[in-house]
């Protein structure tokens, strides 16, 4: 625990988080909170860098961010790095410099070492703390599941392991890394970013961030992939089936649990959901959780995909209300 104490004294992104928590300014209180407040950041940053250049290439002292809000949120970050940092290397950082490309690699990389130590962080919290904590009750709607031969993990835990699959029946791919906490911080396999937000042939040329994203971070990282092969020997069955399964035929199914199916994973969710031949079902908290369910869905595959995917005799997406000991059916 001395390393987690240590790790967590003056990191950029705990104080950031901290101080959020304190404005009351983070969406909640989950991971993926923490990793939406972290891709506000880096979008902030890839858009002061463009407006920086503008102003330095034009030559106009006077100029003017088109989206000011925006461009704030990059500037008070770094300045408030510069004002509340004991690093010695983060106390003279100078946002008007963030235009020279050398100079802005420098500031990424302290910013990427310092996401590199959160993540750490979280790896021994969870390995300590999470680990140890006895889990007495199962779910029911995962206990009553007839038969699952392959597990999608976002988590970094091997709780589903310990708990439903006692006799290693399950195959399992951790897409965001395992915890290991005897390995050293520059051997961490966890994945803890963002989403791609750029578009339009930007994603390629612009990659000043990369190392925040999160198909970075699993290919640099070396996670869980596995699935794709999975999915590939789907793909051949269906081909060498393809003239007696037809579209609407129901072969796979696909449970969604515990995920809040945001954008952050969207290049996985979207793939799952779409997958032909499956009926993916959408288990959901409470009234609340079901709505903000549906509107990440429509974010991932459009409203006329989800509208076409939910009603039916043979409907591909279903939402399913988590069971408790209190609403037991």
């Known amino acids: 625990m001395k390393e ?14 901290q101080k959020c928590s304190k404005d009351n300014t983070l969406k909640g209180e989950n991971w993926i909170d923490f990793e939406f407040e972290i891709s506000k950041i880096i979008k902030a940053l890839e858009y002061d860098k463009v ?12 100029y003017q961010a088109e989206n000011k809000s925006l461009f704030d949120i990059g500037y008070n970050f ?22 020279d490309d050398t100079y802005r690699k420098k500031v990424i990389k302290e910013l990427n070492c310092e996401l590199e130590e959160l993540i750490r962080c979280l790896e021994i919290y969870l390995e300590e703390v999470v680990e140890k904590i006895d889990i007495e009750n199962k ?18 835990t091997d709780t589903f392991k310990r708990v439903y699959d006692k006799d290693n029946n399950v ?3 951790y897409i965001h890394g395992s915890l290991d906490i005897s390995e050293s911080n520059k051997e961490n396999n966890m994945v803890l970013g963002i989403d791609e ?44 089936m393809s003239e007696i399964v037809s579209n609407d035929y129901i072969v796979e199914d696909i449970y969604f649990y515990g995920h809040s199916l945001d954008v952050t994973d969207k290049d996985i969710i979207k793939e799952l959901l779409m997958f032909p031949n499956t ?38 997406i279903v939402f399913k209300k988590i069971r408790t000991s209190s609403n037991h059916e």
Request: proline share 1%; charged share 35%; hydrophobic share 30%.
């Open 4 to 17: 987690l104490y240590k790790l967590c004294e003056n990191n950029i992104w705990i104080d950031h988080l």
């Open 51 to 62: 407006c920086l250049k503008d102003k330095v290439r034009t030559g106009n002292t006077s």
């Open 78 to 99: 770094i300045d408030g790095v510069r004002k509340y940092s004991k690093k010695e290397n983060l106390k003279h950082l100078n946002f008007n410099n963030f235009h």
């Open 139 to 156: 779910l029911l709607d995962i206990e009553e599941i007839e038969s699952i031969d392959k597990l999608i993990s976002f988590n970094y």
């Open 171 to 173: 195959e399992c791919d």
């Open 197 to 240: 937000y750029l578009e339009n042939g930007d994603e390629s040329a612009e990659l000043d961030f990369i190392q925040f994203k999160k198909y970075f971070q699993r290919i640099y990282k070396k996670t869980g992939c596995v699935y794709k092969g999975w999915l590939e020997e789907r793909r051949q069955w269906r081909i060498d």
């Open 279 to 316: 009926q993916s079902t959408v288990f959901y908290y409470d009234n609340d959780d079901y709505i903000q369910k549906i509107r990440n869905i429509v974010a991932l595959i459009t409203p006329d995909e989800l509208i076409d995917r939910v009603y039916g005799a043979k409907p591909r």
